[in-house]
């Protein structure tokens, strides 16, 4: 019932902000051909704040948000939101959201650090393409919460992400934009950091982790930035193959189903 609601909410909240959005144009290193409205997440934080108490996640998330928000209408520079992402990483891994895969403390802060800071970008650099970020973060949710009980704020997340994907399925009417996908990224990152997934984290995270492996890795080799936007992630890759949108999503959302599935089997 609270994914229900949460899913009607955004929808409803999106449609009354889908006039009031900026515009992301199309260019060189951006797949959409036409103009489409961006910041569609901006409808992401009234939901989550209605069933959020003021809790570190809570603070954390509306950090990344805000930052989000002002980089979708004035674009900072990759300093300045790296430096946000990790003040907001190091304070969540105070408040206890860490990752104990290993015995070693300075180990287990220097992990939990990099796997927050690095899935918060990983679900924004795979909002490369129509429905694929949303559609991921759907998957990754469900078998998060089949492993950790269904918390609140799985349940919710679930349905914010459903009701936007409404609007973001191929063709897409609006794009999650920074403040949706990094706030996401976050939120995702800390649930998968549950004791009762572990390592399954890396099998239901398959599709952003190696994304975000294969594009870094690429554009390091050519030498560029790996901030720098481009098509050259795996989704690219896959549309050239199948010449086809939906089956490069298809596939990528398949690959995540199929990397939960595996997850709870083992």
Not at 242 to 261: I, N, Y
């Amino acid at each position: 019932m609270t994914s229900l609601v949460a899913c009607a909410v955004t929808a409803l909240l999106l449609r009354f902000f889908l006039p009031k959005l900026p515009i992301r144009y199309p260019s060189d290193d951006r797949w959409n051909a036409e103009k489409i409205p961006t910041a569609g997440g901006i409808t992401f934080l009234p939901v989550f704040a209605f069933y959020s108490l003021i809790s570190p996640l809570f603070v954390a998330s509306l950090i990344i948000w805000f930052m989000g928000l002002v980089d979708d209408v004035k674009p900072l520079s990759p300093r300045v939101k790296l430096l946000t992402e990790t003040a907001a990483a190091l304070f969540l891994v105070f408040f206890g959201w860490q990752l104990h895969w290993f015995g070693y403390p300075v180990l287990t802060l220097v992990l939990s650090v990099f796997w927050i800071v690095g899935l918060t970008n990983a679900f924004n650099l795979i909002d490369n393409m129509d429905g694929l970020s949303t559609g991921v973060s759907i998957i990754a949710l469900v078998f998060i919460g089949l492993l950790t009980g269904n918390p609140l704020q799985t349940m919710v997340l679930l349905g914010i992400c459903c009701g936007f994907l409404v609007f973001n399925f191929p063709p897409a009417k609006v794009f999650m934009g920074d403040c949706g996908a990094l706030f996401i990224g976050l939120n995702v990152a800390c649930m998968s950091m549950d004791a009762r997934v572990g390592l399954l984290a890396l099998l239901i995270l398959v599709v952003p982790l190696a994304d975000t492996t294969f594009v870094t890795v690429r554009r390091l080799l050519k030498k560029k930035s790996p901030a720098k936007g481009g098509l050259d992630h795996l989704s690219h890759e896959l549309v050239k193959i199948t010449h086809s949108q939906l089956a490069a999503m298809g596939t990528l959302w398949t690959v995540g189903l199929l990397g939960g599935l595996l997850a709870l089997w083992i």
